[in-house]
């Protein structure tokens, strides 16, 4: 079974506003991921947070972890039609990195 | 990108035929892993090496074999591939485990 759920499975927006994809996940962890994916490409890392950090920022994006919740959540800030593509978390899981489903994300311009 | 390359790129071929994928780096990775995609299930981890010769399964390894003989070349063996091995198949390579994964351009692998 995936450790990582994302949700929203879809998600749609204009240009300029904010998109929020959420991840839960099942087990303690050491470190989230957030990857990104454009259609018919590898995926690509965006930002890693540790158990001990509750946010962290790269350019456009801000990435939260409650470990409490085990939960955690990628927010794009001012999006652009360039940001469509699946966001995927990914969290260590005994010796391995698990991925999840993925949010598929659609700016419109 | 980082130096990982995939090949074959795209492959058709018939149920029962012997398959391999090729994952190569020059980054000098210890960490190499195969992955395969595929609708509504994410990533799933096939095998992943931590060294030349040194390998393990991952939760899809049925079927699949694996070889590191150098540290820049990573091989995906299908013994007798079936339909249900069609998936496009991601290398990636890390310098850590757990840490940032570096994802090569994929193979899109159909079995008739």
């Known amino acids: 079974s995936q450790q990582g759920e994302e949700d929203p499975q879809a998600l749609s927006i204009q240009e300029g506003e904010n998109a929020t994809m959420n991840c839960s996940y099942k087990?303690?962890?050491?470190?989230l991921q957030w990857y990104r994916q454009n259609s018919g490409r590898g995926l690509v890392h965006l930002i890693l947070?540790?158990?001990?950090?509750r946010e962290k920022h790269s350019g456009r994006l801000r990435v939260t972890l409650d470990t409490s919740k085990k939960s955690s959540s990628l927010l794009i800030t001012a999006s652009r039609a360039a940001d469509t593509a699946s966001y995927f978390c990914?969290?260590?899981?005994?010796?391995?990195?698990?991925f999840g489903t993925g949010t598929r994300l659609q700016v419109f311009p | 990108d980082a130096g990982i390359t995939q090949s074959p790129r795209h492959k058709v071929t018939e149920t029962g035929t012997p398959v391999t994928l090729r994952c190569h780096q020059t980054?000098?990775?210890?960490?190499m892993y195969w992955y395969r995609q595929d609708p509504g299930h994410g990533l799933r981890l096939i095998h992943y090496s931590y060294g030349v010769k040194d390998t393990d399964k991952g939760e899809v390894s049925d079927g699949y074999s694996v070889s590191r003989s150098k540290t820049e070349d990573f091989l995906l063996t299908l013994e007798s591939a079936t339909s249900s091995q069609t998936s496009v198949y991601f290398c990636a390579i890390s310098e850590l485990n757990y840490n940032e994964q570096f994802f090569g351009p994929g193979t899109r692998l159909t079995v008739l």
């Open positions: 087990t303690s962890i050491n470190n």
């Open positions: 947070i540790r158990s001990n950090e």
């Open positions: 980054e000098n990775h210890r960490y």
């Open positions: 990914a969290t260590d899981h005994t010796d391995k990195l698990i």
